[in-house]
């Protein structure tokens, strides 16, 4: 009796180990369909391949049509791991027993181009209300990883698969642009803020997890993206700094030297749109935010977003400023990465009084005047001067021209002696027309605090 009962578990356990092989008697456990490796900087990746085989003699593995790399002997069992070189392309990658070359296992859309890790909080991981297809005629097809899948990076593609986000917008504008592969994972997650993002936060422990379940402990990728910074201006979120401007650097810095640690690679840094009436708190978060590009080795400029209205007043939520705020993602990661020359941001090189009630600003380059839409305007708004009597906003300017490099503000009365000069603070600039770089369209850099020569 027992000896029956062996022998029936063990050729039911035979059955079972057949049932679980396709017919080419090879199972893939990675890569998945649509999986993206992080090319190297000679166009080339290697791609991590684990699974079992049946026949324990050997498996060999091709991408993309190129020739069959061997992978290492499989162990007993038949499970077997190992990585072939691949150069810069989507395709199949194939793998074949060495005994039966005929019979051949197929992972679909695989890709060797860039691969982006999104992190920070509910505009990252997308709250958008109209979904987005990647389009037919791109050379190479975008992809996302979320919720612990890989697929084609389509909309929805936030975390819980509701909600459209910037990405496949961005997708389809740079992947035919560049004609590389690319692809996003998301780990961004709603009302988290900075502190839970630096090391030994929960959700920078939770993203290396996420990364690491995506590229199956590879851990490859181009970039990070951080979009973050609302709940730091609330007190929604009980680790909030409140918009305490040397909180929230402290902690954001740290979190930059965090990434680039595990990751090896810079993290851009986006700069937040206006919340609620919170001046201070709104500047706070924003100008660390933006000198963190200059000041860490490890930051980029992300997308700055001090112009565009959101939707409900925190989210991109409409396909039109949805787009705008994608476009400004494609710009600072074209920008970050593909460009061969990257442009640097418009520097304000002078805040000079010409007269009793006129500044004079000088910039770098060449301006325009438009808002978020991209209807353009012959008069910006976004300045403010503070005094000892007080703050002068737009509406105490009595005329502005602009003329190349510069920008004249006459006022309807006269100044103090000691003014200082702001621009786009708390919402003076949201959605309104504002001073752009002309090569770009780019909203000029935010201007904290700057005295009045």
């Known amino acids: 009796m027992i000896k029956t009962e062996l022998m029936t578990f063990f050729f039911a356990g035979m059955l079972c180990f057949a049932a679980d092989l396709p017919a080419a008697t090879i199972v893939v456990g990675y890569p998945k369909d649509h999986v993206v490796y992080q090319r190297d900087a000679d166009d080339t990746a290697a791609l991590r391949i684990r699974g079992r085989v049946s026949d324990v003699a050997g498996v060999e593995a091709r991408f993309n049509g190129g020739p069959w790399q061997p992978l290492p002997a499989p162990a007993a069992d038949g499970k077997f791991s190992g990585t072939i070189e691949g150069h810069t392309g989507q395709g199949t990658l194939e793998l074949r027993s060495v005994t039966e070359p005929d019979s051949v296992a197929v992972v679909k859309a695989v890709a060797v181009g860039d691969l982006f890790l999104v992190t920070g909080q509910s505009n990252a991981d997308g709250r958008g209300s109209v979904n987005v297809t990647l389009a037919e005629s791109n050379p190479f097809v975008g992809a996302k990883f979320r919720e612990g899948q890989w ?22 504008a740079l992947i035919p642009e560049q004609k590389v592969p690319m692809g996003f994972v998301q780990a961004a997650a709603g009302s988290t803020v900075v502190r839970q993002w630096r090391k030994g936060g929960d959700y920078f ?6 990364l690491r379940e995506a590229t199956d402990g590879g851990m490859g990728v181009k970039a990070v993206l951080y979009y973050q910074g609302e709940n730091d201006i609330t007190h929604y979120n009980q680790f909030s700094v409140l918009g305490d401007y040397g909180l929230y650097k402290e902690n954001l810095m ?12 810079p993290v851009l840094v986006g700069q937040i749109t206006n919340l609620l009436d919170e001046r201070e708190r709104n500047d706070g978060v924003r100008r660390a935010q933006q000198e963190s590009w200059s000041e860490s080795a490890y930051a980029l400029p992300g997308a700055v977003t001090y112009d565009i209205f959101p939707t409900d007043g925190v989210h991109y939520r409409e396909a039109d400023n949805m787009r705008v705020f994608a476009g400004r993602w494609t710009y600072a990661i074209r920008n970050a990465f593909y460009e061969k020359t990257p442009r640097p941001l418009a520097q304000l090189l002078s805040v000079k009084r010409t ?6 600003l000088t910039y770098d380059c060449e301006l325009t005047v438009s808002d978020w839409r991209g209807e353009t305007a012959k008069r910006p708004t976004g300045f403010r001067v503070v005094t000892s009597e007080g703050s002068l906003g737009d ?17 309807a009365t006269p100044l103090p002696d000691k003014a200082r000069f702001f621009y786009g603070s708390g919402n003076d600039g949201q959605d309104k027309p504002v001073l752009r770089v002309g090569q770009t369209g780019q909203p000029v850099p935010m201007v904290f605090d700057v005295p009045v020569d």
């Not at 007269?355 to 004079?360: A, N």
């Open 151 to 172: 697929s084609k990076g389509d909309d929805p593609s936030d975390s819980g698969g509701k909600h459209a986000s910037p990405w496949p917008l961005v997708l389809n």
């Open 254 to 265: 740290a979190m930059l030297s965090d990434f680039h640690e595990a990751l090896g690679v």
């Open 395 to 411: 509406n105490a300017i009595s005329a502005v021209r602009v003329a190349g490099k510069t920008v004249s503000l006459q006022f």
């Open 355 to 360: 007269s009793d009630t006129e500044i004079q």
């Open 205 to 210: 422990d939770r993203a290396l997890a996420i």
